[in-house]
């Protein structure tokens, strides 16, 4: 198995990117999130990397983090989702933005990606809702504000209030940009943060 990657950057195309390393020409399918985040052609890049091998061929599929690797992983596990169908979500979705659908049941969102319809949406929300950990992601989107001995509680309370505007109608996305904004305190509750993300919504 190849993990990762390591080396130049050659050359980008479609949905393609080929990474040069010990003279070998790695062509590596990623993601739209991937494509928006790369360095310049000739930069030196690590990706990480899943293989797939079949009888027409071998297949690498890369991401920038472990963790969105995983979340592809456990894209395919889903019945009827191969590496192709999850590279797709994943360039509908970035994996932050997929894992708070999964965790608020948002299949109107997760439905939005090609080839992706209403039920095969359910299929991955029931599949993954206890393989995501919402506190995880939340605590991911206010790390670079939280000190970490407060992100437990901060990780509680944005989940809270983004469950809450998702319940309001509003989609997952939506909810976690607008809890996003909100600075919020250890001593804030979930109702607190709603409240200031209403706010943020309004206009």
């Known amino acids: 198995m190849i993990s990762y990657v390591r080396g130049s950057l050659a050359e980008v195309s479609g949905d393609r990117i080929i990474i040069e ?32 091998v079949r009888e027409d061929g071998i297949s690498l599929f890369g991401f920038l983090h472990k963790q969105d690797m995983d979340m592809f992983k456990q894209l395919i596990g889903v019945s009827g989702i191969g590496p192709k169908g999850a590279l797709g979500i994943l360039s509908a979705l970035s994996p932050d933005s ?10 109107k969102s997760i439905s939005r990606a090609p080839g992706v319809g209403n039920k095969t949406a359910q299929r991955i929300i029931l599949d993954l809702k206890d393989k995501v950990k919402s506190e995880d992601i939340l605590n991911e989107v206010f790390a670079e504000e939280i000190p970490e ?18 319940a309001l109608g509003y989609s997952s996305m939506e909810a976690a940009r607008a809890v996003k904004r909100v600075e919020i305190g250890e001593d804030m509750t979930a109702e607190d943060v709603l409240k200031a993300s209403l706010k943020y919504l309004a206009f």
């Open 21 to 52: 390393a010990g003279y070998i020409g790695y062509e590596i399918s990623v993601p739209l999130s991937v494509m928006e985040k790369l360095p310049p052609i000739g930069s030196e890049m690590k990706i990480h990397t899943y293989m797939q």
């Open 98 to 107: 997929l894992r708070l659908a999964i965790i608020s049941g948002d299949a």
């Open 149 to 166: 001995a407060g992100m437990s509680a901060v990780g509680r309370a944005g989940k809270e209030a983004v469950d809450a505007l998702v």
